[in-house]
């Protein structure tokens, strides 16, 4: 019912807004009609016929009565039938005879211009005759046969109910036509809603991977490709919200380690050191600095573990400045083609310098926890590749390695606090890494590696070069992309 909604809505006001004024066009074209039809000749036919027959009938009267009293007056001229002749009596005589009738009255002439009385006598026929004068009743007779004809020809035809029928078929059938083709273009139109709503349903209950189809370059695609860019947003912003909360959590637990394990290192140290200096002119000495050397090494290591938690409960200041991520990453690789000669380091950088906007200190702490877990993933022989670019408003700074690469549950849990996939690991430095990106303004995320391995992505903002940088010009550079 709320998906045909809109639908219904658009269909209503097309019937208000089309055939109510279809509707009254129709009516007022049928009122024409009923007009027009009413003044039409047919019934002007039919007078006329009637006013014609009533003029031939009162001829014929005047006519009957005249040569009625012309024959009784003896001015009419006679002839007479007796039934001696009677095999030579005309067909009407013989007619008249053996009818019962005493008087008839006939026409006669060329076209009914005569008009004769027979009357019976006793033995004998007598006829009467007297012209009509240019009046033919047989013409009028004609004439009003004629008319009437026409008249009801035009009442069988019934012009007034074909002129409606035809008028209400055809304005039905634009009518229906006309529906069909809104209602088509109406799913049209409600379907691309209908399917943002649903987007926005499923967005707003809390799946934000909801993505729709962008098939169409108009108004309605780009409203799909902004809620695509929108869902895609809120995820990132989740996700790093997520982090955050739970490395908040992470950090209140490192502040309490720290402080309930710092109190006791020390002093645990000072105690083992000092037996072993009031112990070495006794009979075990040896197994006392055997044993006082490894209370220290690990005394030494719960202090390191101790030190990692402190810096990722840590709240360092913040200095976001123009960093030129070229030059970073070229100063960290030099760094540590030392610690690693049997690793080849490659770098692609982009055309010029690489302004950011970030707290160098921070990005100099990422990049190397990034190319220490290459060189350490790759092993001898391996590549580790570290390639800048720049993505509209973002600095790209990506490091990828040809190690085995990460295992899907590696890859779900990699940015949690503690959780380590090296033996030396204590699962703290990609954690640390991705709050100094986010505290940058940015976000480390883990993408697929060209080299096969792993592939690790720092966005920090881009920023315009500083004057000091751009009066100075370019610098070449100073790493080659193919040393190793």
């Not at 112990?279 to 990692?308: G, M, P, W, Y």
């Not at 990049?367 to 350490?376: K, V």
């Not at 391995?453 to 920090?460: C, H, I, Q």
Request: glycine share 8%.
């Amino acid at each position: 019912m709320h998906r045909s909604g809109l639908r219904n809505r658009l269909v209503l006001a097309f019937l208000v807004a089309v055939l109510a004024p279809l509707g009254l066009t129709l009516w007022v074209t049928m009122s024409l009609l009923e007009r027009s039809l009413s003044l039409s000749s047919t019934g002007e036919v039919e007078r006329l016929a009637q006013s014609l027959e009533t003029t031939g009938r009162e001829l014929y009267r005047q006519a009957r009565e005249n040569l009625h009293r012309d024959a009784a007056a003896g001015r009419a001229p006679e002839r007479r039938f007796s039934l001696d002749t009677r095999r030579e009596w005309p067909e009407e005589i013989i007619f008249f005879w053996e009818s019962p009738e005493k008087e008839q009255y006939r026409l006669a002439g060329t076209r009914g211009d005569r008009l004769q009385l027979l009357l019976r006598r006793d033995n004998a026929v007598l006829r009467y005759e007297a012209p009509l004068g240019p009046v033919r009743l047989q013409d009028i007779e004609q004439q009003i046969g004629a008319a009437r004809v026409q008249a009801e020809r035009a009442r069988n035809r019934d012009l007034r109910r074909g002129y409606q029928f035809t008028l209400i078929v055809l304005a039905a059938a634009v009518g229906v036509v006309t529906l069909a083709v809104f209602v088509f273009f109406a799913h049209r139109v409600s379907r691309p809603i209908q399917t943002l709503t649903n987007g926005l349903r499923r967005a707003a209950s809390g799946d934000l991977r909801t993505r729709l189809a962008v098939d169409r370059r108009d108004e309605i695609g780009r409203a799909f490709h902004a809620f695509n860019e929108m869902a895609a947003e809120l995820e990132h912003s989740r996700d790093r919200l997520v982090f955050l909360t739970r490395l908040a959590s992470w950090q209140a637990l490192g502040r309490k380690m720290a402080h309930e394990v710092k109190n006791s290192l020390t002093p645990i140290r000072l105690a083992v050191e000092e037996i072993a200096a009031r112990q070495r002119t006794s009979v075990d000495r040896a197994f006392f600095e055997q044993a006082s050397a490894i209370i220290v090494e690990e005394v030494t290591r719960l202090e390191k573990r101790v030190r990692a938690f402190s810096d990722l409960a840590a709240e360092p200041p913040v200095t976001l400045e123009a960093v030129e991520l070229n030059a970073v990453v070229e100063e960290r690789i030099g760094l540590l083609r030392g610690a690693h000669p049997e690793v080849l380091y490659q770098c692609r950088l982009t055309a010029g310098a690489a302004w950011g906007k970030a707290d160098q200190d921070l990005v100099r702490g990422i990049l190397t926890n990034l190319l220490e877990n290459g060189a350490e993933a790759a092993g001898p022989g391996g590549v580790v590749l570290a390639v800048t670019r720049i993505d509209g408003t973002r600095l790209l700074l990506e490091v990828h390695d040809s190690g085995p690469g990460l295992s899907l549950h590696a890859r779900e849990t990699l940015f949690e606090p503690t959780i380590s996939f090296k033996k030396t690991g204590m699962g703290l430095g990609l954690s640390i890494a991705r709050k100094s990106a986010l505290l940058c303004g940015g976000d480390l995320e883990l993408i697929p590696s060209e080299l096969g391995g792993a592939g690790f992505r720092l966005t920090v903002p881009v920023c315009p070069a500083p004057a000091a940088a751009t009066s100075e010009g370019k610098k070449e550079t100073a790493w080659a992309p193919s040393a190793s």
